[in-house]
């Protein structure tokens, strides 16, 4: 079965830094693009950026860029989104989807990541 | 980047009947290779990741219920649930796959009238 499974619930001070991963099983991981998308509490959904684990090919949102890091490990099948220095409005649920062979919708969602930044 | 704007924001249908939600990009996101335009839609329901019901504007993914049907071209796209069911109440999303990034429009609500 096809799936992301993406990492626990976080709870972090401002400042620190932070990694969440979307760990995938049952398909080949570097033959699809995978993106991160935002989701601030009660709120609609952003698209932040996408990478191709073949070869690390990342494309981020304008509103992202230099904000997060989007990386790729093919040895581990897992997607990651990083932070070096959070902030108490990168409070939100982060999810990754990946596209499909004929399209760039994304098909297939992990189950979501909640980070919760406040002092 | 493309703006997706949806209306309306909020929708409360009869139990049977239909609903109809509109989406309109700020540029045309007709793909001249596939000769269909890049516009996807999704619901969300409370606590659950988003689920793709139509891609290319009007293809429904798979298992999704044929009551959800997509339409439009170009600029102007529109998503029709036939049949109101209790299970459809949730947010609808459109999003362009035309171009990275691949942004959202804000939302629509749907509720039981």
């Known amino acids: 079965e096809e799936q992301l499974v993406q990492s626990g619930a976080e709870v972090k001070k401002p400042g620190e830094s932070l990694r969440i991963s979307c760990k995938a099983s049952?398909?080949?991981?570097?033959?699809?693009?995978i993106g991160w998308v935002r989701q601030l509490p009660g709120k609609g959904l952003e698209s932040m950026g996408i990478?191709?684990?073949?070869?690390?090919?990342?494309n981020y949102s304008p509103s992202f860029e230099g904000q997060v890091t989007i990386s790729a490990d093919e040895s581990t099948s897992t997607a990651y989104l990083e932070w070096s220095s959070l902030k108490a409005s990168d409070t939100a649920t982060y999810y990754c989807?990946?596209?499909?062979?004929?399209?760039?919708?994304?098909?297939?969602w992990g189950q979501g990541t909640m980070v919760t930044v406040s002092s | 980047d493309i703006v997706m704007t949806q209306s309306p924001d909020s929708l409360a249908v009869s139990l049977g009947e239909r609903a109809t939600i509109n989406c309109k990009s700020s540029?045309?996101?007709?793909?001249?290779?596939?000769?269909?335009?890049?516009l996807a839609w999704y619901l969300q329901k409370p606590g659950q990741p988003p689920k793709l019901l139509i891609s290319?504007?009007?293809t429904r993914a798979s298992g999704v219920s044929d009551r959800f049907s997509g339409s439009g071209s170009g600029t102007d796209f529109t998503l029709t649930i036939r049949s109101l069911q209790p299970e459809d109440v949730a947010v609808y999303y459109c999003?362009?796959?035309?171009?990275?990034?691949?942004?959202f429009g804000l939302g629509t609500k749907l509720e039981i009238k």
């Open positions: 989807a990946r596209h499909n062979d004929w399209d760039d919708a994304f098909h297939m």
């Open positions: 049952g398909y080949t991981f570097t033959n699809y693009w």
């Open positions: 990478i191709y684990p073949g070869d690390s090919d990342t």
């Open positions: 540029q045309s996101i007709l793909s001249s290779s596939k000769d269909q335009s890049s």
């Open positions: 290319w504007a009007s």
């Open positions: 999003q362009q796959h035309y171009s990275a990034p691949y942004t």
